[in-house]
Structure formats: C-alpha cells, structure tokens
C-alpha cells in the first residue's frame, strides 16, 4: 500500500474517476436532449415511458377519477425513465458522484499518508491534485448543463400533462354536458353570425343595385 502512494497512483485513481464522471456526464446529455425533443411533441410521442405515464392518466380520468398534482406524477416518472440501467434522476446527480468518489479518495489516501508518514510534498501534490478534478467536474458542469435540462425535461412533460393533457379529459370525462353545452352555444352564435352576415351583404348588395339603377335612370 506504502508503495501504491509513493508512487502516486492516487492521482491517476482521481484522474480515472474524473473521465469517467464527464462520459458519463456527456451521455447524460445526449440521453436528455433526445427526452427533451420526445417531451416537446409528447402527444405524439414515441418514447414508451412517457406514453404509460400519459395512459395512466387518461385511464383514470375514464375512471372518473381526477388528479390534482400532476408534477409528482411527473417527479415519480422521473425514476422509470432509464438508460443503461441508470434512471433519468441518477443521470442527473453523476456529477456529485464522481466528486464524491474523488474526496472519498483523497481522505483515504490522506489517512494513509498518515500511517505511512508521507512527506509535506506528498500531500500538497495529492490535495492539488483532487482539487484540479473537482474543479474540472465543475467545469463541466457548466459546460453540459445536466441539472438544466432535467428542470428543462420535467418542465416539458408537465406542461404538456397539466395545460394540454388534463383539461381535454376533464371535458371529455368529467364535465361532458359542459362541453356539449359550449359546443351548442358556440355553433348556435357561428350560425347566427353568418345570417347576419348574409343579410348584412343582401342589404349592401340592395343597395349598390338602386344606387346603380338611378344613375342609369339619370342618363
């Protein structure tokens, strides 16, 4: 063990976790960016979860069963969304792990050094080092805006659910009479509407036909 921190292979440990953190922080945000175009046009959607997750909903509005917080339908969904075995919420948070499999590191190897009776240089090269991959993880952060895009995913998925979704089966399953009486009274005024058009333009044409008749009469 002496012999596996002399020779610094702490830091390609750190080094190694840092790769992995920003692959996996990459296909993160390519799994998300397809989830987001699915959620954009989720009605149309053919992407298999979230099209449960809208079934669901509509079954149970055909059960007479209304649903009041659509966005902790959507937060649980969050967790049956999954990629390589990981869900959408554990894609999010591979940032935190990998930085915390980086200090998990660097206080065993410091305890280590302890033990050992490591050199100042020692740790200063070690604590340098896990600070450059953290900075690094953060960095990267900013650069692939994971946390941004699942907000940006829930975001799209509930205002499709909750603005689009759920009042079309409200009408259609628990106020039907509502929507036939709307639907009456709106084609009753459309239908009014057009008589007093047309009879606004069979007067209009009356008109220009006398004013057309006299000055043929004048001549």
Same mark, same amino acid.
């Given at each position: 063990?002496?012999?596996f921190?002399q ?13 992995l953190?920003?692959?996996?922080k ?7 960016y397809?989830?987001i175009c699915q959620?954009? !046009?989720?009605?149309?959607t053919q992407?298999?979860h979230m099209?449960?997750?809208a079934?669901?909903i509509t079954a149970s ?8 917080n659509?966005?902790c339908?959507?937060?649980k969904s ?10 959408a919420?554990?894609w999010?948070?591979a940032g ?7 200090i998990?590191v660097l206080?065993s ?5 302890v033990?050992?009776?490591m050199?100042?240089e020692?740790?200063a090269l070690a604590?340098?080092?896990a600070?450059?991959?953290?900075a690094l993880?953060v960095?990267s952060?900013?650069l692939f !805006?994971?946390?941004?895009k ?6 799209q ?6 603005n689009?979704? !759920?009042?079309?089966?409200e009408k259609e399953?628990?106020?039907p ?5 709307y639907q009456n009274?709106?084609f009753e005024n459309d239908?009014q509407?057009e008589q !007093?058009?047309?009879?606004a333009?069979?007067k209009?044409?009356l ?8 000055e043929?009469l004048?001549?």
């Amino acid at each position: 063990m002496k012999q596996f921190l002399q020779d610094y292979y702490m830091v390609f440990a750190m080094a190694a976790i840092g790769c992995l953190t920003i692959v996996m922080k990459s296909i993160a945000a390519i799994v998300y960016y397809k989830l987001i175009c699915q959620a954009e !046009q989720m009605g149309n959607t053919q992407n298999k979860h979230m099209k449960v997750l809208a079934g669901k909903i509509t079954a149970s509005y055909k059960l007479k069963r209304e649903i009041h917080n659509i966005k902790c339908i959507v937060d649980k969904s969050m967790y049956n969304i999954r990629f390589l075995g990981i869900s959408a919420e554990g894609w999010k948070n591979a940032g935190i792990y990998g930085i915390t499999a980086v200090i998990i590191v660097l206080a065993s190897c410091l305890l280590l050094g302890v033990y050992f009776h490591m050199p100042y240089e020692w740790y200063a090269l070690a604590s340098l080092s896990a600070v450059a991959v953290i900075a690094l993880l953060v960095t990267s952060e900013m650069l692939f !805006q994971i946390h941004r895009k699942y907000r940006l995913l829930k975001l799209q998925m509930t205002d499709y659910l909750e603005n689009v979704l !759920q009042p079309k089966l409200e009408k259609e399953y628990l106020h039907p009479e509502e929507e036939k009486k709307y639907q009456n009274e709106y084609f009753e005024n459309d239908g009014q509407k057009e008589q !007093q058009d047309e009879a606004a333009a069979s007067k209009e044409d009356l008109r220009l036909f006398e004013e057309f008749v006299e000055e043929y009469l004048a001549d």
